[in-house]
Nanobody, 115 residues
Framework: QVQLVESGGGLVQTGGSLRLSCAAS????????MGWYRQAPGKQRRLIAI???????NYADSVKGRFTISRDGSKNAIDLHMNSLKPDDTAVYYC?????????WGQGTQVTVSS
């Protein structure tokens, strides 16, 4: 059974930084792509950063230039480096990985940015 586990959320002040990490277990296959989504209260879950096994990345406009997704080589592990955080970044952040038609989600980690 594939499991994704996130870590690194927390409370930070406006302008601060956080790093989120996600690691998958229970599979010998590469998850491709892997990415990060977030869901703010009362809003839909939205993609914010995604990375393929080949290293291609894509970001939501709202985080471009502030967030960076990285992957640990060929491992099913990704990080999200978040800088210049704003109150609008407050949300539950979810790790996501795909293998053919299967989609896997982590349990989510809360990020709260205080003004």
């Amino acid at each position: 059974q594939v499991q994704l586990v996130e870590s690194g959320g927390g409370l930070v002040q406006t302008g601060g930084s956080l790093r989120l990490s996600c690691a998958a277990s229970g599979t010998d296959f590469s998850l491709n792509p892997m990415g990060w989504y977030r869901q703010a209260p009362g809003k839909q879950r939205r993609l914010i950063a995604i990375m393929t096994s080949g290293g291609s990345t894509n970001y939501a406009d709202s985080v471009k230039g502030r967030f960076t997704i990285s992957r640990d080589g060929s491992k099913n592990a990704i990080d999200l480096h978040m800088n210049s955080l704003k109150p609008d970044d407050t949300a539950v952040y979810y790790c996501n990985g795909r293998r053919l038609s299967r989609v896997y989600w982590g349990q989510g980690t809360q990020v709260t940015v205080s003004s």
